[in-house]
C-alpha cells in the first residue's frame, strides 16, 4: 500500500509544480488582458495584435472603431487589443 502511494508522489509533486510554474501565470496574464480591455475609452491610443497603431474612435461590445489617419476608421474585435499606449504616441 505504501509502496504504491510513493510512486504516484512524484507524479502529484510534478503536476503541482507545472499548475505554479505555467498555468497559474497564464491566468493571471489572462485576467490582466481582459481587465485592460474591459477599461477602454473613446481617445485610448492602442496597439493591436497585427501592430496596428491608433487612437479608439467608437466602443461596442464586441469591435471597436479606431483611427489610423485622419479620417481613416478601421473596425477591430476588442480581444486584439495588445497594449494601451501613453497619450501623445501616436502622432
Do not use: C
Not at 485576467?31 to 477602454?40: G, P, S, T, V
Amino acid at each position: 500500500m505504501q509502496s504504491s502511494l510513493m510512486s504516484m508522489l512524484p507524479l502529484v509533486l510534478m503536476f503541482v509544480v507545472l499548475y505554479f510554474v505555467m498555468i497559474r501565470p497564464q491566468m493571471k496574464k489572462q485576467k490582466e488582458h481582459k481587465a485592460m480591455i474591459d477599461a477602454l475609452a473613446k481617445g485610448d491610443e492602442v496597439v493591436t495584435a497585427g501592430g496596428v497603431l491608433g487612437k479608439v474612435s467608437k466602443l461596442g461590445d464586441t469591435f471597436l472603431g479606431l483611427e489610423v489617419a485622419n479620417g481613416v476608421d478601421i473596425q477591430i474585435q476588442r480581444s486584439a487589443v495588445v497594449q494601451v499606449l501613453p497619450k501623445g504616441s501616436v502622432k
